[in-house]
Every structure is written in structure tokens, then in C-alpha cells.
């Protein structure tokens, strides 16, 4: 074997035999807002095919067929505070403050 492979380009060229029969595939073409054309195949069985692909000329492009979403309105992160308004009114909080603040006042004298 070491006399056959002599002289060949070990690492860079494949030797094996390609039977040239190919997962089924599908053209998706991606357009971006300078009107540059990126069509790239995809697996039919493929789960999830991206809205957006990057462009060369450094925007993305929008896949073709496909409205862009509005953006959802990010939700708001409820707080400490927040979460304690939830249980308690304003009312009842300055009531337990001032309950605190005896005892803490009677601790120190």
C-alpha cells in the first residue's frame, strides 16, 4: 500500500467514490435591502429554515416569501417592589414599618 499511495497528496484529496445521490434538497433564496440574491439549499426535512441570512455587503437579508414580524413588546420584569404591591397595599406596608420601627427603637434604648 505505501508504494501506491507514494507521490499522491496524502490529507487533500479524498479517495473515496462519491455514489452521487443526495439528501432531497430545497432553494431558499434570501434577499437583502440592496437587492443582493443569496440562494442557498436547505434539507426538505429540514425543522427550522431561517427569516434572515447574512449578506455579504454586511445587512441581512430577508428570506423570500416572508413578511417581516413586528417585534413583540418585551414583557415587563416584575420587582421585588413589584411583587410585593401584589400582596400588600401601601397602607399596610407603612403600618408594619412603623411596627418595625418601635421594636428596633425599643432594642436600642
Not at 4 to 15: A, E, F, I
Not at 74 to 97: A, S
Amino acid at each position: 500500500m505505501g508504494e501506491s499511495m507514494r507521490g499522491s497528496r496524502l490529507g487533500t484529496t479524498s479517495y473515496e467514490t462519491d455514489s452521487g445521490i443526495y439528501a432531497p434538497r430545497e432553494l431558499t433564496t434570501y434577499v437583502c435591502e440592496n437587492q443582493h440574491r443569496v440562494t442557498l439549499p436547505f434539507s426538505v426535512e429540514a425543522d427550522e429554515i431561517p427569516d434572515t441570512w447574512p449578506c455579504a455587503c454586511g445587512s441581512k437579508g430577508l428570506r423570500q416569501g416572508v413578511q417581516i414580524q413586528p417585534a413583540a413588546e418585551p414583557k415587563h420584569v416584575r420587582t421585588h417592589w413589584d411583587m410585593l404591591l401584589e400582596r400588600r397595599t401601601i397602607k399596610d406596608l407603612e403600618g408594619i414599618l412603623k411596627e418595625r420601627l418601635e421594636v428596633v427603637r425599643a432594642k436600642a434604648s
